[in-house]
């Protein structure tokens, strides 16, 4: 009687296979296993070292920032500055002077100086308070035209050349005169009539007078009528 054949799965190389599958097996996932957390530490190290490139690139800007001297704004330190009175007292004087003067009566800037140097000022000083006091001369000679005006007549030209002769400039005078408002032709006419009040004029000669005083030929005939000459 011959020997039945043992199963497949009871004999020697099948045991070994299963044995050599299942070795495999657990060598597969063990690999597969070490293999996840290496990948898991690669991103992590990938993750750090780009947060690391963001904030080297962050601090690398704010240094340019701040580096930059155009940009950078120092507070600013208000400088004390000492001022030194070099003035002597005959110039304190004499500016006080000045202003005193100019507070009743109009001066052109010659005149002023000459004013104080009558008080006994040098010629220094004088100057220099007439250069240090605050004056529009072209007001002062606006002034001293209305002043003249009070109390006497004149032509235009006239009353500038007055003015040039106590000191203002031509420019001044001329703007001074053509500042006021004032009728020429009634200036002729009291112009006129101071002339007959001390002396004897005919017609021809009274009209020769004012024109020789600045009135022009018209302004000179109209107030020789008017007054009935």
């Known amino acids: 009687m011959s020997k039945g054949k043992k199963p497949f799965y009871k004999r020697w190389w099948f045991v070994v ?11 597969s996932g063990g690999d597969k296993e070490t293999k996840e957390p290496a990948n898991n530490n690669e991103q992590s190290q990938l993750a750090t070292e780009s947060n690391e490139k963001v904030e080297d690139n962050e601090i690398n800007s704010e240094t340019e920032e701040v580096s930059n001297p155009e940009e950078i704004q120092e507070p600013s330190v208000p400088v004390k500055v000492d001022v030194v009175d070099n003035e002597t ?28 140097e009558y008080e006994g000022f040098s ?6 308070a ?11 000679a606006v002034l001293s035209a209305e002043n003249y005006l009070d109390y006497s007549a004149f032509s235009r030209s006239g009353l500038v050349e007055q003015l040039e002769y ?16 004032i009728d020429w032709k009634e200036q002729a006419v009291l112009s006129a009539e101071n002339y007959l009040s001390f002396s004897s004029f005919s017609r ?26």
């Open 17 to 27: 296979l299963v044995v050599i599958v299942i070795l495999g097996a657990i060598g």
């Open 89 to 116: 007292l005959s110039q304190k004087n004499a500016i006080r002077s000045a202003e005193n003067y100019l507070n009743y009566t109009a001066f052109s800037k010659s005149r002023l100086i000459e004013q104080l």
């Open 123 to 128: 010629k220094e000083d004088a100057t220099y």
């Open 130 to 140: 007439v250069n240090k006091i605050d004056v529009d001369w072209k007001e002062q």
């Open 166 to 181: 106590e000191g203002f400039s031509n420019e001044d005078a001329s703007y001074a005169v053509s500042q006021i408002d």
């Open 204 to 229: 021809s000669g009274l009209i020769e007078q004012l024109k020789y005083e600045g009135f022009s030929s018209e302004e000179a005939i109209y107030a020789v009528d008017k007054i009935g000459l």
